[in-house]
């Protein structure tokens, strides 16, 4: 089962743009991840956020958490057509469970 | 330094038979997750080995099984393939140490089509 809901399921902005994606988790979260992926290949990961933080930053990335409500939101400013990929959002409950649970993505598209 | 290297990337089986994927970690570390990603949906995790023994597992038959070589090498095998096995197998790896709060490294797949 997949924990993780992203929000919208496709974005398509201009270059330049900023774009927003939302993610949204059902039970406790030891830490909250994103990642990359670019046409079916292999996983890039992006940023990763503890439950005791709530905003962290990483070059054109920002991430934030809000664990009352059980969401996050991805950042990406300045889009460039490079961005073109599909993004999850995954969580870790930590301790002896260090699985993460992924959602089904977000699909953004940047035109040039 | 290699990355996670998976193989082969590509294959093709009938229903029943059997498939073996293979993983090398990244260098240094020493655990390895095998992940199934359907197409169009996000990557399910299947189990994760340490120290050649199975640590944690999700929710799959008995016909996903694993194994982790003393090189911390990886192979998944699946028994009698269903059309459902239809899919991007994704193997990790990290530290144990870091898996509580750290992120993952992903190889590139290996798409298997079941016909």
């Known amino acids: 089962s997949q924990q993780g809901e992203e929000d919208p399921q496709a974005l398509s902005i201009q270059e330049g743009e900023n774009a927003t994606m939302n993610c949204s988790y059902k039970?406790?979260?030891?830490?909250l991840q994103w990642y990359r992926q670019n046409s079916g290949r292999g996983l890039v990961h992006l940023i990763l956020i503890r439950s005791n933080e709530r905003e962290k930053h990483s070059g054109r990335l920002r991430v934030t958490l809000d664990t009352s409500k059980k969401s996050s939101s991805l950042l990406i400013t300045a889009s460039r057509a490079a961005d073109t990929a599909s993004y999850f959002c995954?969580?870790?409950?930590?301790?002896?469970?260090?699985?993460?649970?992924f959602g089904k993505g977000i699909t953004l598209s940047v035109r040039p | 330094d290699a990355g996670v290297t998976q193989s082969p990337t590509h294959l093709i089986k009938t229903r029943g038979q059997q498939v073996t994927l293979r993983c090398s970690p990244k260098s240094g570390h020493d655990t390895v997750s095998w992940y199934q990603q359907a197409l169009g949906q996000g990557p399910q995790f299947i189990f994760q080995?340490?120290?050649?023994?199975?640590?944690q597992r999700g929710n799959f038959p008995d016909r996903f099984s694993g194994h982790q070589f003393p090189n911390y090498s990886s192979e998944l095998n699946v028994n009698a393939l269903l059309l459902g096995d239809s899919a991007l197998y994704l193997c990790?790896?990290?530290?144990?140490?870091?898996?509580?709060?750290?992120?993952?490294?992903f190889g590139e797949g290996s798409r298997l089509t079941v016909l």
């Open positions: 080995y340490y120290e050649e023994e199975e640590r």
């Open positions: 039970t406790s979260i030891n830490n």
């Open positions: 990790a790896s990290s530290f144990l140490t870091a898996l509580n709060t750290g992120e993952l490294f």
């Open positions: 995954a969580t870790g409950a930590g301790g002896a469970n260090s699985k993460l649970t």
